[in-house]
């Protein structure tokens, strides 16, 4: 079964400077996906950014870029210029790609992040 | 909005009773699948359905059951509730070939 690891239970950073927050997975199998999202105050999750393993390139969206070492098993999100509104838990999650990719999500515990203003 | 809706959005119920949580999933997604967040912890996948069927099975309890009807909606049936049953139960939805899972808002549990 794979496995999802978030080595920090809380991260803070200060407004306009940049955090990342690390994630390690386990798994045998050689095509996945992976995922950052973002969970506020209000619960809702909010998928902030995803990556297919066969990419060798890296993810970004906007003020969010990922790490992804495949030979490592590691996917790092890094935030530039943070943000009040990036304070949240942030969750990395695995997604097989068998069964064409219909699979469920592995989570991590999450990473609490805390912006300073 | 994710497109994905949930009711009721907040319940309260008594030990020992029995309730029912609905999901609607995006339009054409064919697969939902239902998590339990309790307070200040992870996401637990509970169970999965693609198009009718039950496609994966994770850590849910033999008091809780689910199913997928024929027009796509879900229902999580809780039953015996105990205290520890009280979180948030989320539906999320997809329509494969991994595309992405979007998460409706979660309904609010609370036994007492």
């Known amino acids: 079964a794979q496995t999802v690891t978030q080595s920090q239970p809380e991260m803070s950073v200060q407004e306009a400077e940049t955090v990342t927050l690390s994630c390690t997975y386990d798994?045998?199998?050689?095509?996945?996906?992976l995922f950052w999202y973002k969970q506020p105050p209000s619960r809702q999750m909010i998928l902030v950014i995803r990556?297919?393993?066969?990419?060798?390139q890296n993810a970004t969206e906007n003020r969010f870029s990922v790490n992804f070492q495949k030979a490592a098993k590691s996917f790092s999100l890094k935030i530039s210029d943070s943000q009040l509104g990036d304070a949240a838990m942030y969750f990395c999650?695995?997604?097989?790609?068998?069964?064409?990719?219909?699979?469920?999500?592995?989570f991590g515990k999450g990473t609490r992040l805390s912006v300073i203003a | 909005d994710s497109g994905v809706t949930q009711t009721p959005k907040h319940l309260i119920t008594a030990t020992g009773q029995r309730v029912t949580l609905r999901c609607s999933p995006r339009?054409?997604?064919?697969?939902v699948y239902w998590y339990q967040q309790s307070l200040d912890q992870g996401l637990q996948f509970l169970i999965q359905?693609?198009?009718?069927?039950?496609?994966a099975k994770g850590n849910i309890l033999e008091r809780f059951s689910a199913q997928q009807f024929p027009d796509l909606h879900s229902e999580l049936n809780l039953s015996s509730l105990e205290l520890g049953d009280s979180a948030l139960y989320f539906c999320?939805?997809?329509?494969?070939?991994?595309?992405?899972?979007?998460f409706g808002e979660g309904s609010w549990l609370t036994v007492v």
């Open positions: 359905y693609y198009n009718g069927e039950e496609r």
């Open positions: 990556q297919e393993a066969y990419k060798q």
């Open positions: 339009s054409g997604d064919l697969s």
């Open positions: 999650a695995y997604r097989s790609a068998k069964w064409a990719g219909n699979t469920p999500l592995v």
């Open positions: 999320a939805s997809s329509s494969g070939v991994g595309n992405t899972i979007y």
């Open positions: 798994t045998s199998e050689s095509d996945y996906y």
